[in-house]
């Protein structure tokens, strides 16, 4: 259907145009009484235009207000339903199959089948949110390129309906100055002008606009989500995220899986609060309230041999790691996230003894990583076995439970004088509990009285307290997920707190004003402003009189 | 006197004038009706009095956080009496600022009470300085929470000024269905606001009283380090007679009250933690309580209170009202955003290593800012105002208690504070 869209003014109108472009005539209901829709200053919107096909369908689905008001409130209701179970990433080694009925009965088990039990992970709520950012993009595109153009070519004289159909609106007569129409409008302009007003006459025509930046408040907050929502999406990416969980015992360099890094925990510590810091309440009751986790870690590169067990590291970084203050070096981030004591023989300073009571070394013996020879003038000591945590099983055979230094227990071939020529066999268990419970001295009866492998005192041996347990991340949409929430926060401020306001006002006849004003919030506050300014150019009028159906006395 | 005791004596001394420039609001609105005065003239005058009041106990309170915060070491917002003392605050911050706009003072009449009602709802947690345990300790965490807080404050102007739209223009005369459910809605905002009233009485009440009984419960957990099943007994103390024990429970000792030495019911055994069995009691007794309370107000005045109340609402213009939620609400939106969201996440990142991770109190946090979202966005559409988005700006501040305290009640999590 054809479609007269020629204004009176002349001016030619897109379709689905509610206000001529050009001098703001209502173009839809001439003749009504209501003040009028200003939404985008009745410009029509890029979705009206054209005969739909498929991608226009779309395109206008999306470019919704009204749809996208559902799907922020969709979100909202799964969301809250989300919260009602505790999701399932709250657990380490649970199955949520299983949990979710033995604790919550039938309605755990319909939560967990519906796939409530991991809502936020679920590939409806992400397409809920993919929706929701197709229709922050095409909303915004829909409107800001048309508002753009209708607010950078304002007529200044409007069309008497447009003015008077404005929420605030003031029609009289000229003061009784004796000022012609236009000189009356020469008077207001620095008025205007002192209100911060850009202002634009046009004989007795006026246009007076201030903050117009606010307009585009709400296009750059969804700027600024999108970026948010795309560098979440980011992190499914290979590469871009990381999120491991790693024991560090104190003293041994530990690889990070994935990286060339090697972190070592130097020390751990936790303090709790003494007796004296704790509120009298807490006293005395034998509370143990922590003050402080700290790891001192130094961080490594791995420089060759990365993939033995004797790689070559490189000191990049230092830091104490607390909770709050997570290691930071270059993408990788390190935070304090449980600890646990373990003590363990880290290493030992062993000497040989022989027959004549003669000491030989010390040499150090480490239990996480042991050499496999060791010479020791005159001696040679070839390992040829090492059981972390030594045990026999049922048939006497022995083996090591766990690659924990828990029982150290070193199988030696050792060579020297008075020695058998292919060397005698060792065995050497550090903990002194081992030594009796295995019996180390019978097991060594052969060689026992000619040598003996030990550490002189405690002194000699270099035992680990705790283990401190770091969350290794790697995040590197982090920095787009904060300038996006940054772009967000300005471009709500500006839409938010400053107001797009304009003031037209036109004089027919010579006498008669009629002025219109629209805000884009804050109604009170140009209705007052509004008044000021008439009261200072000789009209007293009361700011609640200028609200449009407020009787005028 | 230490420095503690003198923060907690500013407290008291803001909350009484709070409560008497609660009075003196009441005073300059109701009293606009008594014979041989201007109207306007008394209201001027006793509302200018009423505006004093609460800027002097705004400065008491200040006065209370500062050195609370000089005694602790520590910014006061680590715990539930510390924040909710600190939204109180908010609130009248907030208040004043929508006052120096708007001018209107009845609006003191609805912000000022749910300031008081806030402190005395603060009363009932624990109020010693507590030692920050080492998660606690970040900047982050003070801006996050105070933004947070302020954002809310200003959804809480939001809320009084969109009830008292609500009963500005809800018609008590009329017999439509319309009418009839948003008396009720009334009815019901009103109740709920007098169910926490209750709640502070009876908890202070029997605090006072030194009531207390004591349940235990045996359950069956993993030993952390072996991981095998062993049988735990877990305590419980309660500081309300028990009308219900928890389930599976055994009454260790119990102080009667009223004739009755043994709890009446069991709470149901899909209610399994031995502390869900109190909650749902002291929620049983929040709502008796607000009933009684409620149904004694109503004998008092002879009407709903909604009508009650509505008899002193003339000559405010409604339009104002309905504004003045609408901009109470767009600014606290952007400092909610920044405060609950933003630094949030910041606080987050930084404490745990993942800025966003699904804790019901992060979750609850973003329902909230999507309900505003959609009522900022519902704004601009035609039919909104008024009466429907006045319905909104209730809701969104119920759902703003809800993440506040419900979710501690109800659902726990990394944010949960000493419950009671």
């Not at chain 2, 739209?165 to 459910?181: A, G, I, M, Q």
Request: hydrophobic share 45%.
């Amino acid at each position: 259907m054809l479609h007269n869209t020629k204004c009176e003014c002349g001016h030619q109108n897109p379709v689905g145009t509610v206000l001529c472009e050009s001098c703001g005539k209502p173009l839809d209901d001439e003749f009504g009484t209501a003040p009028l829709e200003m939404r985008y200053d009745g410009i029509a919107r890029r979705s009206q235009r054209e005969n739909p096909v498929l991608i226009d369908r779309v395109w206008r689905f999306f470019s919704s207000v009204k749809v996208a008001i559902i799907l922020i409130f969709i979100v909202l209701c799964v969301s809250i339903v989300g919260t009602i179970y505790p999701q399932e990433n709250t657990f380490l080694n649970v199955d949520p199959a299983v949990y979710y009925e033995t604790t919550y009965g039938l309605a755990g088990q319909i939560y967990h089948a519906l796939g409530l039990s991991d809502t936020y992970n679920s590939w409806w709520y992400k397409l809920l949110l993919i929706m929701i950012g197709a229709s922050l993009i095409i909303c915004s595109l829909d409107r800001v390129l048309p508002l753009y153009r209708a607010l950078n070519k304002q007529q200044i004289r409007k069309h008497l309906s447009f003015l008077v159909r404005q929420r605030v609106v003031y029609q009289g007569q000229l003061p009784a100055s004796g000022l012609s129409a236009s000189a009356f409008i020469n008077e207001l302009v620095p008025i205007l002008k002192k209100r911060r007003y850009r202002v634009h006459t046009d004989g007795t025509a006026l246009l007076a606009e201030k903050h117009r930046f606010s307009r585009w408040g709400p296009y750059i907050n969804h700027i600024g989500l999108i970026i948010f929502l795309l560098a979440v999406l980011m992190r499914g990416l290979p590469g871009w995220y990381m999120d491991q969980y790693s024991g560090f015992l104190e003293g041994v360099p530990v690889k990070i899986e994935n990286t060339p890094y090697y972190l070592e925990n130097e020390q751990f510590t936790v303090e709790y609060y003494t007796e004296e810091e704790l509120p009298s309440e807490f006293r005395g009751q034998g509370r143990a309230v922590p003050k402080l986790f700290e790891t001192k870690a130094i961080l490594y590169e791995c420089t060759a041999n990365c993939s033995t067990n004797q790689p070559e590291l490189k000191q990049v970084h230092r830091q104490n790691i607390e909770v709050n203050k997570p290691l930071k070096y270059k993408d990788l981030l390190a935070y304090q996230f449980d600890y646990r004591e373990t003590i363990q023989i880290r290493s030992v300073n062993v000497s040989i003894t022989d027959e004549n009571n003669q000491n030989f070394g010390p040499f150090e013996l480490s239990t996480i990583s042991p050499k496999e020879t060791y010479v020791v003038d005159p001696y040679v000591l070839t390992l040829k076995d090492y059981y972390p945590e030594f045990a026999l099983n049922d048939k006497g055979m022995p083996y090591t439970k766990s690659r924990a230094p828990l029982a150290p227990a070193f199988i030696f071939l050792v060579q020297g004088p008075n020695l058998a020529e292919e060397g005698e066999v060792f065995i050497y268990f550090p903990r002194d509990v081992d030594k009796q419970r295995f019996s180390q001295d019978k097991l060594n009866a052969g060689v026992s009285d000619m040598i003996d492998i030990g550490a002189a005192s405690m002194n000699d041996v270099d035992i680990s307290q705790f283990t401190s347990f770091l969350n290794i991340r790697m995040d590197r949409a982090l920095p787009y997920i904060f300038t996006g929430g940054v772009i967000f926060m300005i471009g709500v401020i500006m839409g938010i707190y400053w107001q797009h306001r304009r003031i037209w006002i036109r004089i027919d006849d010579d006498r008669e004003i009629t002025i219109g004003a629209h805000t884009s919030k804050n109604w009170f506050g140009i209705r007052k402003e509004l008044s000021d300014v008439l009261g200072k150019a000789g009209i007293t009028v009361e700011p609640k009189q200028l609200e449009n159906g407020v009787k005028q006395s | 006197m230490n420095l503690e005791q003198w923060s907690g004596n500013a407290l008291l001394v803001a909350f009484i004038l709070y409560n008497i420039s609660f009075i003196v609001y009441m005073i300059a609105i109701a009293g606009k009706k008594w014979s041989n005065r201007d109207p306007i003239m008394h209201q001027q005058r006793w509302s200018r009095v009423a505006f004093i009041l609460t800027v002097i106990g705004l400065v008491a309170q200040i006065t209370y956080f500062i050195t609370r915060w000089f005694a602790a070491g520590h910014v006061p917002t680590s715990n539930m009496f510390e924040f909710m003392t600190f939204l109180s605050m908010a609130i009248v911050a907030a208040f004043i600022v929508l006052f120096a706009i708007y001018r209107i003072s009845a609006l003191g009449l609805f912000a000022m009470p749910v300031s008081v009602v806030l402190i005395s709802y603060a009363s009932v947690f624990p109020k010693e300085v507590q030692p920050l345990i080492p998660a606690l300790k970040s900047y982050w965490l003070y801006v996050h929470v105070a933004t947070a807080a302020l954002g809310e404050a200003f959804f809480a102007i939001g809320f009084a000024a969109g009830l008292m739209y609500l009963l500005r223009t809800v018609d008590y005369s009329s017999k439509t269905k319309e009418s009839r459910n948003s008396r009720l809605g009334i009815e019901f905002t009103l109740y709920a606001i007098v169910v926490v009233i209750g709640f502070v009485l009876i908890t202070n009440g029997f605090k006072s009283a030194e009531y207390s009984a004591q349940f235990t419960q045996e359950v069956q957990q993993k030993d952390e380090k072996s991981g095998e099943l062993i049988t735990v007994t877990k305590t419980t103390n309660y500081t309300l007679p028990p009308f219900i024990q928890p389930s599976n429970s055994n009454m260790e000792r119990m102080d009667p009250f009223l004739g009755m030495d043994q709890p009446l019911l069991s709470a149901p055994s899909w209610m399994k933690g031995i502390d869900s069995g109190r909650k749902l009691n002291t929620i049983i007794w929040s709502l008796l309580s607000g009933l009684i309370l409620y149904w004694l107000l109503r004998l008092i005045i002879r009407k709903p209170l909604g009508a009650g109340i509505q008899r002193y609402m003339g000559g405010i213009d409604a339009e104002d009202l309905d504004e003045i939620s609408y901009r109470a609400i767009a600014i606290g939106y952007p400092i909610f955003a920044l405060g609950a969201l933003i630094f949030a996440m910041i606080w987050a990142h930084e404490a745990w290593g993942r800025f966003w991770g699904w804790d019901p109190k992060e979750t609850w946090a973003l329902i909230t800012f999507l309900f505003y979202t959609v009522y900022l966005h519902l704004r601009l559409s035609r039919g909104w105002q008024g009466l429907k988005s006045s319905w909104l700006s209730v809701i969104g501040f119920l759902v703003v208690m809800f993440t506040l305290i419900g979710v501690n009640l109800i659902i726990a999590g990394l944010h949960s504070y000493a419950g009671v």
